[in-house]
């Protein structure tokens, strides 16, 4: 299964090939004390993916006995030994404050985001995401907190790793500034409210929690797809021997002479290695794109701002196709049959049409939400929800929106860029008869 990781990873690993797989001897230890820790007590758990595990079931039917609350239970329990619980979670920091981890998720922050609304005697406030977060996003980050049923759009689901309003690229997990400004301004025609008044101490612990989530989550599909690839008699991490272990912290310098020890801790750090490590690598790349210069004419209502009005019309309807979903006018009234990813990572995962209930009620039933299209922004209205500021809807234009029909604008230049962002300031303002024969004029282009 691989190498013994508290012995042999740090000899035949070094910072100049991966630098957080450099780890000291103890990495191991940490692993087992871990896992072992859980079975002391019965806090809260995360929810198992259903829906996920459900979309795997459609997509492998002959593997479909191997994908059982059994075998959905392993992963909880790998999840548990590697992230603790909402009480107690845990990242796999390993140990030493050196450790490049660090860097990415603290430690404290996540004591102070998880478990119950509290304080401690210092008066510090800890519990902060269920006090906060998990009325709408759900104790597990799964976007099904109690109010999430009454809400359009629907809450996020931090477990697929999809932000919508950030500075990166498509395919990029956004930088803690973007998550920090998201919960300090709200998302605005939505039902997510700004944090500003939290302390900065509170808010970077936020930060830390939902990103704390998302890797979790995002480990717990890849491990879902792992155990759908296994014969009925495979374990992903053989658990049943964590289990029968009374006294494990005694035995830890003990002989295990069937070797089942060993086999545990192969295992579940070949999972640390190929699969935790791999998403901390996408957060760790992450770099926010650059923003153009903002160009002069575009805060001065002049002759040049009203060219580049006109420019920009002819782009939203022409060349950069953005009628197609924001309608001619921009009222938003184009496209209206599309559906976002975390829609359509069950609807077209497990080839389910979303307007037939029956097909879509084993979803639902397993914690999706009915199917709803997305709706395109109608501009006219001046609510931009990743943000009013030049580079905000420059950013949202040039890289596009994640988990929406909203593409990068590869094609597009700077300059045509910030045309496209006059006319959106302007499109308020502007006539639905203007609006109506530029679009008319740019199709017989």
Known sequence: MGMNF?????????????????????????????????GCSEPPQF?????????LQYQQPANKASLNQDRAREVVDVLAALFGTPDDPRFPFLLGDSDPAHELIQLENLKKAAGPVSSDRQGEQRGLYREHCS??????????????????????????????????????????????????????????PSFRTLEGDELDALVDYVKYLTIRGRVENKLLSEVALLAPDE?????????????????????NSDGRRKQYDDQ????????????VDEWKRRQPTTVAEIPAWLTKPDAEFAQRVVDGRMLFSGKANCALCHGPTGMGDGQTENYDDWT??????????????????????????????????????????GGDRYADLF?????????TGMPDATALSDAEIWSLVAYVLNLPYESLADANSTSAEAKKK
């Open 235 to 255: 374990k992903l991490v053989d658990m049943d021997w964590r289990r029968a272990q009374s006294n494990f912290v005694a035995d830890l310098q003990t002989t």
């Open 135 to 192: 009325q709408c996003h759900g104790v597990s980050g799964n976007g099904t907190g109690p109010t999430s049923a009454f809400l359009n759009p629907y809450p996020r689901d931090f477990r697929l790793g999809k932000f919508k309003f950030k500075s990166t690229k498509l395919g990029q997990p956004p930088t803690d500034e973007d998550l920090r400004r998201t919960l300090a301004n709200g998302v605005p025609g939505s039902a997510m």
């Open 395 to 403: 950013r949202r234009i040039a890289n596009g929106i994640e988990g």
């Open 344 to 385: 359509n990572q069950w609807v077209k995962g497990a080839n389910v049409d979303p307007r037939d209930s029956k097909q879509c009620a084993p979803f639902i039933e397993a914690g999706a939400f009915p199917p709803r299209p997305i709706r395109p922004r109608n501009l006219r209205l001046r609510v931009y929800r």
């Open 6 to 38: 508290y012995i042999q990873a740090i000899k035949q690993q070094s910072n100049a090939t991966h630098p957080f797989r450099a780890r000291t001897m103890s990495v191991g230890i940490w692993l087992l004390l871990a896992t072992f820790t859980i």
């Open 47 to 55: 929810a198992v993916n259903e829906v996920e595990l459900l979309k």
């Open 268 to 279: 579940l750090s070949l999972i640390v290695e190929d699969v935790f490590f791999a998403e």
